[in-house]
């Protein structure tokens, strides 16, 4: 880091670099090309001020697809994908090693779907699995646990309108049944506020909802918080990965208040619709990507040992 006196601090470029890496991991449809790029630290009398300055161009991402087979092989006991002859990698440049078959196909299948070009904005199970694997801020189980249970104070459920009647209404008959579910499933109490603040979440509830969460794995994790930021709920998160309501329903019941105003006010032709597309899709694979790593993992630990050796390398075409 380079500072002046006047307590200006350019960064050095590798911060450009990571940068970089986290706008694939959000697959952006833009990205910088070659140039010069510094992050700049402005301080002032009372905070700092970040400055992003890039001199570069931008455009749009058109990556035409280069690869005729997708392949899948297992080695040291991973799953890898490889296009033609060459290793699947992820954004900062590890070659992707998943922790089971079915997450492998289902990688596969993504890249196998793509036509003449590349969009990366399909493919959400390869996002995940990027995510987990290149995890570039260096996040630990316990970190996105704590990260997860903030939902809770600003869960969607949790706050209910007053006016109109008919939305009160509609919540309650909507949202109570489950939430009632997941307080009895685990022996929590949430409650609901009309209030802007929202109700007060009592400790005891985090603390068994941290506990439930240690007892996923660390790719489980990434899988489980998407879910809660999708729809900005982790009621509805559990209510879904405890398959007591499905995709669609807890789609619909994260977006009860926006259905409402659309109802009232008009849909904007097409956008509501690619929208709510959209993220049945990501939720869709984030649980997906949740149960693919904890039922295997259940059921490789009640393998009897001798089946549960590693295997020798094993290639299958995805076509």
Request: net charge neutral; with cysteine.
């Amino acid at each position: 880091m380079l500072c002046s006196r006047s307590g200006a601090c350019a960064v050095t470029p590798q911060l450009g670099v990571v940068r970089d890496v986290l706008l694939q991991h959000a697959f952006t449809p833009f990205r910088t090309t070659s140039g010069a790029r510094s992050v700049v630290l402005l301080r002032g009398p009372e905070s700092w001020r970040l400055h992003l300055t890039t001199c570069t161009r931008s455009y749009t991402q058109q990556r035409k697809r280069f690869y005729k087979t997708v392949n899948i092989s297992q080695e040291d006991g991973a799953f890898q994908i490889s296009l033609d002859r060459r290793r699947l990698r992820t954004p900062m440049g590890n070659i992707v090693k998943l922790p089971n078959e079915p997450l492998a196909l289902s990688v596969a299948t993504e890249w196998e779907a793509q036509k003449d070009i590349i969009r990366t904005s399909s493919m959400y199970m390869s996002r995940l699995c990027n995510k987990a694997i290149d995890n570039p801020l260096n996040e630990t189980a316990e970190e996105r646990i704590e990260q997860t249970l903030p939902f809770l104070d600003t869960d969607t459920i949790c706050f209910r309108a007053e006016e109109p009647p008919v939305l009160a209404e509609l919540q309650q008959k909507a949202w109570d049944p489950v939430m009632k579910w997941v307080e009895k499933r685990f022996d929590v109490a949430f409650g609901s506020s009309t209030s802007v603040i929202g109700p007060e979440i009592p400790d005891g509830t985090k603390e068994k909802l941290r506990k439930l969460l240690r007892s996923f794995d660390a790719w489980s994790l990434v899988g489980f918080q998407e879910i809660s930021e999708a729809l900005k709920s982790v009621i509805l998160a559990l209510a879904l990965v405890e398959r007591h309501i499905s995709v669609e329903t807890a789609v619909a019941l994260s977006r009860l208040e926006e259905e409402y105003q659309i109802g009232h006010w008009g849909r904007v032709e097409w956008s509501h619709d690619v929208e709510v597309t959209h993220i049945q899709a990501a939720v869709a694979a984030a649980l997906m990507f949740v149960q693919f790593n904890q039922e295997v993992r259940v059921v490789s630990q009640k393998l009897p040992s001798d089946t549960n050796k590693e295997q020798s390398v094993k290639s299958t075409s995805v076509q």
